[in-house]
């Protein structure tokens, strides 16, 4: 019965992408407001609107990359910002999508998700093994953070269940929580500078810490995959950081249905490459889109064949 219920659910989603797709209609998965996300998806949103003919997109908040790909699943997003950990969990149905597989494909390799442990220096946490004990945040449910940061957790030796105590926020509201000493620190895997954090790090009073974790690389990509690297955050990104932050990262992917025509999947594509600067005056993350990063490496799932035929323009070859 429930192999019906999936197939039949899946026929419907099938129905409602197509109908969108077949009127030019796009909604773009991003994330919370407090992110990088959502003004980015809704500058990409906007471009799309007033360049690619026949197209109209809008941009949705939402809970993150999980979020963004369960909503593909079921018909009600076309096209996605999602970290690539959780495009590859998806497309191949494991973990939290274990009942689902979601038929995306890259479009753009983005920008790293720079993951952030913010605390206080009031807190005393210094590693990731000082959260024994502690009240945390470990990001919205449906978000890319809370795969990432479930992960960092078992790295360290620590169980998420027993040896922390967990609230289920999005950056803004994880900022508030800190602010207000509800929880001792919090997680976000975002770019940067994340809106949010800023205005944490300018908060008279209040000294932020952002943790070093970047030695959990290694075991995550051994018992995860490839999708974790060691990273910083440099110096002077947020107000009062006077160190560069060592931690981990994994990349941002701007996905899309397999659905999606070829033809409309190329001319999105072409349409945000040529566009990038206008992207830059909304996040300067969209610099850091590069050509020389769209593989196979920092993709774990295919492009799409629309985006295959635009690179391929550019003399990069991809599957």
Do not use: C
Request: hydrophobic share 40%; charged share 20%.
């Amino acid at each position: 019965m429930k192999t019906i219920h999936g197939w039949m659910a899946g026929i419907a989603a099938a129905l409602v992408a197509g109908a969108a797709l077949a009127q030019g209609s796009i909604s773009i998965g991003t994330g919370g407001t407090g992110g990088v996300y959502y003004p980015l998806g809704g500058g990409m949103a906007s471009i799309i609107s007033k360049k690619v003919p026949g197209v109209q997109a809008s941009a949705e908040v939402t809970g993150g990359s999980i979020d963004n790909m369960k909503l593909m699943h079921t018909g009600k997003a076309e096209m996605g910002i999602v970290q690539s950990d959780a495009a590859y969990d998806a497309t191949m149905g494991q973990d939290k999508f274990k009942d689902m597989k979601v038929p995306v494909r890259a479009l753009m390799v983005l920008y790293p998700s720079r993951m952030h442990l913010v605390t206080t220096e009031a807190s005393g946490i210094k590693r990731v093994a000082d959260l024994k004990g502690k009240r945390i945040s470990s990001g919205s449910a449906g978000s890319g953070t809370e795969v990432m940061t479930f992960r960092i957790l078992e790295a360290a030796g620590l169980d998420r269940e027993r040896d922390v105590k967990r609230e289920r926020l999005g950056v803004s509201e994880s900022v508030n929580a800190l602010k207000d000493g509800k929880i001792d620190a919090f997680f976000f895997a975002g770019g940067i500078p994340t809106a949010a954090i800023t205005d944490l790090a300018a908060t008279p009073g209040m000294k932020m810490r952002l943790v070093d974790h970047a030695e959990l690389a290694d075991a995550m990509r051994k018992k995860f995959g490839p999708f974790y690297t060691r990273d910083t955050i440099p110096a002077k990104s947020y107000s009062g950081q006077e160190t560069a932050n060592q931690m981990t990262s994994a990349w941002n992917l701007l996905v899309a249905h397999e659905r999606m025509p070829e033809k409309m999947a190329y001319d999105i594509v072409k349409t945000l490459w040529e566009s990038q600067p206008e992207l830059v005056t909304v996040h300067k993350e969209a610099m850091n889109i590069d050509m020389a990063n769209q593989n196979s490496t920092t993709s774990p799932i295919p492009f799409h064949p629309g985006a295959v035929r635009f690179y391929k323009e550019k003399g990069i070859a991809l599957k």
